[in-house]
């Protein structure tokens, strides 16, 4: 991985103002750019330019956090960008050190962010267009910075969400064929492990269909988390909330059921709630009888009552092909 400097950039501003110039209109040309120092992604903002690989990139604006009601929340070590060689979209991502405790359950899970094992994902997912692609240089602090192609596409729950007139018509009409492309996301997260390495953050919104391929593809890879019990068992539990999202076509939470079916409420009890999110529920052939007893046996894996879990992707994935199998 290369070092990115300062004082290695060969390009003058009017160079890059020329470059600028090229990729975006004419009243988003800045009257001066100044090329930022790596070190440290607070130093870097709107309308700076960085220079990494011999590649300049004009930065745009921060990400933001996508995650419990977050969403104004910035990523200050995550910015859009264009490669002023090509005018492309990219995302670029400093190293960010945070540590916190998950909890699944009885489980407890530290959870860490780790660049470095992104960098190894981005190395091993090389190609495949079920994963973002990317590449790592180091920063002038000497810590690991990604670049990663912006992916233009809908969040899975975006799309669940735009299916059906009620869930009825949504369940037998597009449900069958969204589970199926669960599936196969669910197959690449078993690559993954294949291969040694966990998602370590599986959510809904960090699986997109690509807008120009169709494909669902995983982003986000650089949560870590340790247990002794399995090393894939957080990845499982992700797999397992959003099997139960798209299935209930959307969260089935208890605040929803107390204001539209309290009847289906008071039949529920704490073992039909999902294991992770207690207000959740995972056991949704209570709420909507016609959902096939073979794949309501598969969401109880995830709910506060489940007395066995699923170990592996691969155990998953054959009890939900026989499921599917029957949908239609």
């Given amino acids: 991985m290369e070092k990115s400097s300062v004082k290695t950039c ?44 011999g590649v300049p990139y004009f930065v745009r604006n921060n990400e933001r956090e996508g995650r419990f009601g977050l969403e104004d929340q910035q990523k200050f070590w995550v910015k859009r960008a264009i490669d002023l060689k090509t005018g492309r979209t990219k995302i ?17 899970y530290e959870c860490v962010r780790s660049p470095l094992k992104e960098a ?19 920063d002038a602090a000497g810590n690991p910075l990604r670049i990663m192609d912006f ?3 809908k969040t ?29 996301a669910a197959e690449s997260i078993g690559f993954l492990h294949a291969n040694g390495e966990k998602h370590g953050d599986i959510r809904r919104d960090h699986l997109l269909k690509d807008t120009a391929t169709g494909q669902y ?31 209930g076509w959307g969260d089935v939470t208890k605040y929803t059921l107390a204001q539209d079916n309290p009847n289906i409420l008071s039949r529920l009890s704490s073992d039909d709630l999902n294991i992770v999110f207690h207000y959740r529920v995972a056991n949704l052939r209570k709420v909507y009888p016609y959902i096939p007893e073979t794949l309501n046996r598969v969401l109880m894996h995830f709910s506060a009552g489940a007395r066995v879990y ?10 939900l092909k026989e499921a599917s199998g029957k949908l239609n």
Avoid: C
Wanted: cysteine-free; aromatic content about 18%.
């Fill in 217 to 247: 593809r995983w982003i986000d890879f650089d949560y870590n988390y340790r247990h002794r019990a399995n090393k894939f068992s957080y990845d499982m539990f992700g797999l397992g909330n959003i099997l139960i999202f798209i299935t």
């Fill in 310 to 319: 699923y170990a592996s992707t691969e155990e998953l994935l054959a009890d």
């Fill in 10 to 53: 060969r390009y003058s501003e009017e160079e890059l103002l020329e470059m600028i110039r090229r990729w975006v209109p004419p009243e988003r040309v800045p009257s001066r750019v100044f090329i930022k120092d790596t070190a440290d992604f607070f130093q870097v903002d709107y309308d700076d330019v960085v220079v990494l690989g």
């Fill in 156 to 184: 899975l729950e975006d799309i669940t969400l735009s299916f059906g007139e009620s869930h009825e018509d949504y369940f037998f009409n597009h449900y069958p064929g969204l589970l199926s492309e669960f599936v196969t």
């Fill in 92 to 108: 670029l991502k400093w190293a960010f050190w945070e540590k916190f405790t998950g909890r699944i359950g009885d489980l407890v």
């Fill in 120 to 138: 190894r994902i981005l190395n091993i997912v090389r190609g495949r267009p079920d994963f973002m692609q990317g590449e790592t240089f180091m």
């Fill in 151 to 153: 992916i233009y596409g």
